[in-house]
């Protein structure tokens, strides 16, 4: 029941999110045949370097953006999309920026379901649980209502992710690293415990 009652506002917020994306997808690829355009592709840009792609030859400025310390967060990136130019000074980014706070907040959302890297650290403890898998499955129901395995509707696939990847995730989101309305509710209601039966069982699901 729950997890019917959830499925439509989750695609409302990642499909919206995927639809900002298209105004990046000229440049920036995503998924897992992406790979640099005119721009670097975004797999993974939660927690990256700025500048930290290797094949990627960046702008003089970005490169020294990343020297000087930038790091992708979700909130460095809502900084960079409200003034490209205001954060990163002489960017050869062409885009203008995006004003709309919840547009930024909805591209983020998304861009960040793509990260398994989410620059947030998890507890050694936390990893270290080893999760049940069948108990993982019995839970699954909710994951499932929305995450379909073959990622369509703009929701990221969670079949195969790698434990590690999954419980990192699930953490960052139920400790407020990152946000997102259904999501971080979502993490909030599950144990340490659950989420690694959950990690357990969906990185060899079929």
């Known amino acids: 029941m729950a997890g019917s009652l959830l499925a439509e506002p989750v695609l409302a917020q990642e499909s919206d999110g995927e639809g900002l994306y298209q105004q990046c997808i000229a440049c920036h690829q995503l998924g897992p045949d992406a790979d640099n355009l005119v721009g670097p592709h975004l797999n993974d840009l939660i927690g990256r370097q700025a500048a930290g792609l290797d094949g990627y030859l960046y702008s003089p400025a970005m490169d020294a953006a990343g020297a000087d310390g930038l790091v992708w967060t979700t909130e460095t990136l809502d900084a960079f999309l409200t003034d490209p130019s205001g954060t990163v000074p002489r960017t050869s980014m062409g885009y203008g920026g995006m004003a709309d ?106």
């Not at 909805?106 to 793509?114: D, K």
């Not at 969670?158 to 946000?179: C, E, H, L, N, P």
């Open 101 to 206: 706070p919840q547009e930024r907040a909805t591209l983020i959302a998304f861009l960040t379901s793509q990260s398994a890297n989410v620059g947030f650290a998890v507890d050694a403890e936390i990893l270290a649980l080893k999760g049940d898998p069948a108990y993982g499955e019995y839970l699954s129901g909710d994951c499932t209502a929305c995450h379909a395995r073959d990622a369509g509707e703009g929701i990221p696939a969670i079949t195969g992710r790698s434990r590690d990847a999954f419980v990192t995730v699930m953490q960052a989101y139920k400790q407020g690293a990152i946000t997102h309305p259904v999501m971080t509710m979502m993490a909030s209601r599950l144990s340490n415990e659950e989420i690694a039966a959950l990690a357990a069982y969906f990185e060899n699901a079929e």
